[in-house]
């Protein structure tokens, strides 16, 4: 069965550090997201991305947030300087196509600790 | 704004026992309710899924239903089991011809315990 894949599984960096996490979605899906987990708490929307460009952010992507999909395959998601409170677990997640029921599937997570 | 809560935050069961958590939507655009196991460490998978044209939706021991006009929706364990024991996510989304469509709105989870 195909799988969202995201590499590293656990991340470390200092605190100001750029980080890069990456994520291989399901090959013929078109949407893609990145949700965040702070540990004990809510999964929360970070962004969207469909077409090369994206389509919808939350509060918390600001500035210091970038998504790009570098090729055909990859989609990634860089934290400009990190911050103590931008350790969470880290879900990209990938749709085939955007419509009322359409399942989301999620990546295994990249555990991001910043010290 | 849009929110979701999730009740109760902890279910401790008795293998076999019946399971029931619920959820409360805020935004009445919403269409699409998901529901998520996610195991310890692991990725939230889903379990089961419910749109708004449909009241009731079942799959084996488990079942949402799902009250728009009071923008409640529910999962029911029945029968549970040891490995059922996983945190539950509820979440919502908007239709897609509406503002906001591409996001899926988490409640806070469930952690349920099944003992056997």
């Known amino acids: 069965e195909p799988e969202v894949t995201q590499t590293p599984s656990h991340q470390v960096t200092q605190m100001g550090q750029e980080v890069i996490l990456r994520c291989v979605p399901i090959s013929n899906h078109l949407y893609f997201y990145w949700y965040r987990q702070i540990l004990g708490q809510k999964v929360e929307f970070l962004v969207s991305f469909y077409n090369n460009e994206i389509s919808e952010k939350s509060e918390i992507f600001d500035d210091q947030f970038s998504v790009e999909r570098p090729d055909g395959s990859n989609f990634t998601l860089k934290i400009r300087s990190t911050k103590l409170e931008d350790s969470a677990m880290y879900f990209c997640a990938s749709s085939v196509r955007l419509v009322v029921n359409t399942e989301a599937f999620f990546g295994q997570g990249t555990r991001l600790t910043v010290v | 704004g849009e929110n979701v809560e999730q009740h109760p935050s902890t279910l401790s069961v008795q293998e076999g026992d019946s399971a029931v958590i619920k959820c409360t939507y805020s935004?009445?655009?919403?269409?699409?309710f998901p529901w998520y196991k996610q195991e310890l460490g692991k990725r939230p998978q889903l379990i089961i899924d419910i749109r708004s044209n449909v009241g009731e939706k079942k799959d084996q021991r488990i079942a949402v239903t799902l009250n728009k006009t009071a923008k409640h929706f529910s999962l029911h364990i029945t029968e549970t089991q040891p490995e059922d024991s996983a945190v539950y996510f509820c979440a919502s989304r908007r239709g897609v011809f509406s503002g906001g469509y591409n996001k899926l709105i988490f409640g806070a989870g469930t952690r349920l315990a099944v003992h056997p």
């Open positions: 935004d009445s655009a919403s269409n699409y």
